[in-house]
């Protein structure tokens, strides 16, 4: 593994007893053996290698985000055997120490280089302006360049698919979601969950927590117990660990796993997890660098793409709220079902979408408010 190992090593400390098994497992595959003898003739010469890097901005063993991305940096890596190498950077926060990682990146050969959070927006943006010769791939960003491409997973039809189970466990009448970044990805997934939810029942209530960073587990922990404490009895989340199903295990009620399988953390609480499979971009991507083809644009892929899917759904969830999910799921497939349709209006009683019309990208892209039924206001949001 073509990694910077003396930080990943340090990082690594603390993982759970899962992701470690599951890591290593996959990174068994990808550890070169000592050479006994000369390379054979037949394999490329490193330097015909395309060399792939990605910056993460959790550790990989956070059970979620970047859990999943080092997945699919692992399934790329076998995938493409010899025509790539590939190696990774984690816990780089969202500061100039990343434009400095992705200059290094460059300085090292890499020659694509995934960036995996919005907030490396800015210094993602500087560093290509620079590096001519590097395509980069920015998460869930919406600047491009020439040689930057931004690309998304539909994570709101998971959240929406997670809602539909919270909408028929929950007993309160309320759910909640503890929040991470106000950016408008995640304003969506918030109200998507809500509308979920409210397709099984309309009056349902929702009530939302900021963190205000991506991975805090201690921060993701007390605001799942202030919301619990304020009568939510099902929650949701858009921060990177578990912390939040931990709490729900702890305090005797539901919560969802997202981004990655999270089931093994809390096997009374866990309901289902909306999880994110990276897999198919990066080796759609990975396909056309090595193609000569790469080339900049915003690609959101959900469900129909196979990026997107709520799994393990529990036991005690209905078996009508099963197959409502699974109706949901396939018209999300194959297009005759959208998430954003209206008549959908906002908490303060404004229409945002008429009976009918579905919500484009433009729409889903701007959503700064909070739908009917949750309480307070987007922070910043006029
Ligand atoms: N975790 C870290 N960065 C991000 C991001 O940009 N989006 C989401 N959903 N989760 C993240």
């Known amino acids: 593994m073509q990694t910077m190992r003396k930080r990943s090593v340090i990082k690594l400390i603390g993982l759970s007893a899962l992701s470690l098994a599951a890591l290593s497992a996959c990174g068994k595959k990808e550890e070169p053996a000592a050479p006994a003898a000369p390379a054979p003739a037949a394999a490329a010469p490193a330097a015909d290698k395309l060399k792939v890097s990605f910056m993460y901005v959790s550790p990989i063993g956070d059970g979620g985000w970047t859990f999943q991305h080092e997945l699919a940096r692992k399934a790329i890596a076998q995938k493409f055997g010899d025509k790539i190498e590939t190696s990774m950077v984690e816990s780089v926060p969202e500061s100039a120490d990343a434009e400095r990682v992705l200059r290094d990146m460059a300085g090292q050969g890499n020659k694509l280089v995934f960036a ?108 799942a117990t202030s919301l619990i404490n304020g009568g939510v009895d099902v929650m949701y989340q858009n921060t990177n660990s578990p912390a939040v199903l931990k709490t729900a295990e702890e305090r005797g009620v539901y919560a969802f796993g997202k981004d990655g399988d999270m089931s093994a953390f809390a096997p009374k609480a866990h309901l289902g997890s909306a999880v994110i499979d990276w897999t198919p971009y990066y080796s759609k991507v990975v396909e056309d660098t090595l193609a000569g083809q790469w080339q900049t644009g915003n690609f959101w892929w959900g469900v129909k793409e196979g990026a997107m899917d709520l799994v393990k759904i529990a036991d005690q969830v209905p078996q009508e709220i099963k197959d409502k999910v699974a109706k949901a799921k396939s018209g999300m497939k194959d297009g005759s079902f959208a998430v954003w349709t209206g008549p959908i209006q906002d908490n303060k009683g404004q229409e945002v979408l008429a009976s009918g019309t579905v919500g484009d990208d433009a729409f889903l892209r701007g959503i700064n408010f909070y739908v009917k039924g949750i309480e307070g206001a987007v922070p910043g949001a006029k």
Not at 116 to 141: I, M, N, P, R, W
Not at 145 to 172: P, R, S, W
């Open 116 to 223: 995996t959070s919005f907030g490396y927006q800015e210094f993602v943006q500087k560093a290509a302006a620079d590096l001519k010769d590097v395509k980069f791939e920015h998460a869930t960003g919406y600047k491009q360049a020439d040689n930057v491409a931004v690309y998304d997973t539909k994570t709101f039809e998971g959240a929406y698919l997670a809602g539909i189970v919270a909408g028929a466990m929950t007993k309160t009448k309320t759910v909640g979601v503890v929040a991470s970044v106000p950016i408008p990805e995640v304003v969506r997934n918030i109200n998507s969950f809500v509308l979920g939810a409210q397709s099984v029942d309309p009056s349902i209530q929702a009530k939302v927590v900021w963190v205000n960073e991506w991975f805090a587990p201690p921060k993701e922990s007390e605001a």
